[in-house]
């Protein structure tokens, strides 16, 4: 069976666990319960009336009493029963409500806040877990998607994690799962001591990784989409170019800030530390290298011109007094470094 009449984007679908003939489907701006005879599906719009704002509804579940509970874009929760608003759950999330989901236990409600709520049948909260707050969360966590089922939940998040959450130890959730968000991922380097790589993509995310263990040991976020990456000689700093042509610098222990510089319009592709460390040459789709004094604080020290399209990769010699380029135009380039 398909539905051909339907025009507006739908964000959820879920079928009545008690009628295997009645269904509800919900989206922006509406919600539309259907039933199912035959090869016939016959739709009523919601009728929001004078309880509730006729908003983006995202996310619905249905009760054992064949009611529906439905999460909206201002984190609030609306109670239907038929067609009609019957009653509205205020203030039931600071955020949207991306996920409901329906146990014997009661509902579990996952939002843009970054928190999980729990509730009994009759959506009475049991309690509310903070993920932000808890160790291995983070400022601007949010959640997209949450199962409750015994004494676990799961709740898996914008940035690709999951986490497992325990009703007896709440406090402490457990990251099964880590990665980047949204977008591709374009950087890559490898510690030169340890077992540890770092990855950043388009989620503006530089991310730490342990290869023993596979797990990611840290995080930190950029203002832009990271492009490429460099550790230093002596896994010191950590040095990330973003798309707006222009590059950070962090300190490896923990990730904080060392020096932000921007001396290009265009995106930096490549990066590459001198052999012994002292200076840092940075690859731009301008079609230039720019060299930087890393003792002097990343002092800008000269521009290698003459590449006709933008840099793909660099090196430097084992020496560290001359780098070869390529381009987006095949081109092999050397450069001499002045003493």
Known sequence: LRLHEATETIFDVQFNPTS??????????????????????T???GIFGKKGELQT???????????????VLNGEIYKWEGHTLQSVI????????????????????????GSVGLWDPQFQLITRLDLTKAPPGY???????????????????KDSEVFEIGVQDRERPIVLVQGHAEGELWALAVHPKKAVFATGSDDKTIRVWNLADR??????????????????????QLSAGLQDGSFVVLNTKDLSEVVHIKNCKEVLHEMKYFPDGNYLAVGSNDNFVDIYSVSQGYKYLGR???SSSFITHLDWSA???????????SERLYYQVPE
């Open 139 to 157: 400022k601007g966590l949010c959640v997209r998607s949450v199962c409750w089922g015994g004494e676990k939940i799961l709740a898996g998040t």
């Open 304 to 306: 290698c011109s003459g």
């Open 90 to 113: 205020k203030g039931a999330h600071q955020g949207s409500i991306y996920s409901i989901h329906s146990t014997a236990d009661g509902f579990a409600t996952a939002s843009k806040d």
């Open 215 to 236: 797990i990611m040991v840290a995080c930190h976020l950029t203002a832009h989409a990271v492009r490429s990456l460099a550790y230093s000689p002596d896994a010191s």
């Open 319 to 329: 020496d560290s007094t001359h780098i070869q380029t390529n381009s987006g135009a």
């Open 20 to 41: 295997k003939s009645s269904l509800v489907t919900c989206g922006v701006k509406h919600i539309k319960f259907w039933t199912l005879c035959g090869n016939s599906l």
């Open 57 to 71: 509804i995202l996310c619905a579940a249905f009760s054992t009493d064949g009611s529906v509970y439905t999460g």
């Open 43 to 45: 739709g009523q719009k």
